[in-house]
């Protein structure tokens, strides 16, 4: 019954129920601030894939993405190209809610193929989308000042990388408040935009993300408390306060941005299997209820499955660039012989029309 109470309340007073969570994270931060500390459950910035040295690697995705692209024509070239890698933005990129960094396995071998140095964020995601982009503030000065860097983001990811820009490292009309390498464009990925009731189904989210990277995380009683107290899926909410103040904030000219999103022809056979498969190993019936549920009502306003096209779009910024996919398959194989995710190659082409190479 207390439960019951407890969601009846939280839906009708979501700005409350944030702030009560995130008053309860900074006592707990005072109370025991060694035991919620994020040092050692692998948060922070680091390099995750070195630029490769070849400066013959041609532009684009690897051949078996090719093969499978509807603009074979235009990526299929093999024509060598001379890139200055010193000259090249470094990339960072920045995943999602209650999302372990795999989401990245496919897209940053193809980007340091491509001469592109690649550093990765992981950062404790279920505190407030403002709190994480503090913590990347913190971590900035860790990347080397000498190019820029431009941050890919997915899902909520995308949203942290915005917070940064125009709240930390670039805001319009104020001084940065923190100092390093200038940011020098942002791609988001199924970023919700204007927000995304799936955030409601954060508690299963969390589950997957314990289970997929227990191995790195501290045990710990505080283990999910040090991620936060789920503010973040408030932030996520359609009208949420956070995205109200987000999107009214001016974007600096100087920062180009890109959007990819996905569109989800038909709940895919093989992720239901695997989504089947993950909720037997949970032990987890109302996980298996609650996933199906949401694929059977899909419509084709559910964009990819979690984030709806138009909750991709943003004022001022060029019309989001729809693959066919789900949210996590566009950037991910589900299997190792699954063909290469849709998003990668209109990621790459943005990458190297910001860096300006251009053929010899």
Do not use: C
Request: net charge negative; hydrophobic share 40%.
């Amino acid at each position: 019954m207390l439960v019951g109470v407890w969601t009846g309340w939280a839906e009708l007073n979501p700005s409350d129920e944030r702030a009560l969570r995130t008053l309860v994270h900074d006592r707990l931060d005072d109370w025991f601030p060694e035991l919620m500390s994020p040092a050692g459950d692998g948060h922070g910035l680091r390099l995750r894939q070195a630029a490769e040295p070849s400066p013959a690697a041609p532009i684009g995705t690897p051949k078996d993405a090719m093969d499978s692209a509807d603009n074979t024509d235009e990526l299929s070239t093999t024509e060598p190209l001379i890139r200055d890698q010193e000259a090249r933005p470094r990339v960072l990129l920045i995943h999602g809610l209650d999302e372990p960094g795999i989401i990245w396995d496919d897209l940053a071998p193809v980007a340091a193929a491509a001469g592109f140095e690649v550093w990765e964020l992981r950062y404790p995601n279920d505190q407030g989308i403002d709190r994480s982009a503090g913590f990347l503030a913190e971590q900035w000065g860790a990347l080397p000042d000498d190019r820029p860097v431009i941050l890919i983001g997915h899902s909520m990811g995308g949203l942290v990388a915005r917070e940064f820009v125009t709240g930390w490292r670039q805001p319009v009309g104020k001084p940065a408040r923190v100092a390093g390498a200038p940011v020098g464009g942002v791609i988001m990925v199924g970023t919700p935009n204007q927000g995304s009731a799936w955030a409601r189904l954060r508690i299963w989210l969390e589950l997957r993300e314990h289970f997929e990277d227990a191995q790195r995380r501290r045990f710990s009683l505080f283990a999910g408390l040090r991620d936060g107290l789920g503010e973040a899926k408030i932030d996520l909410r359609p009208g949420s306060d956070f995205l109200e103040a987000l999107n009214a904030r001016p974007w600096p000219e100087s920062v180009p941005r890109a959007i990819i999103g996905a569109r989800l022809i038909e709940p895919p056979k093989r992720l239901i299997a695997s989504l089947d498969a993950a909720a037997a190993e949970v032990g987890s019936e109302p996980l298996r209820e609650e996933l199906h549920a949401w694929f059977n009502d899909l419509g084709e306003g559910l964009g990819d499955g979690a984030v709806s096209v138009e909750s991709l779009r943003l004022e001022g910024a060029p019309d989001p660039v729809i693959v066919n996919g789900a949210h996590r398959t566009m950037l991910r194989r589900l299997f190792v012989d699954d063909p290469t995710p849709p998003a990668i190659e209109p990621i790459m082409e943005q990458l190297e029309a910001w860096t300006g190479v251009q053929d010899p």
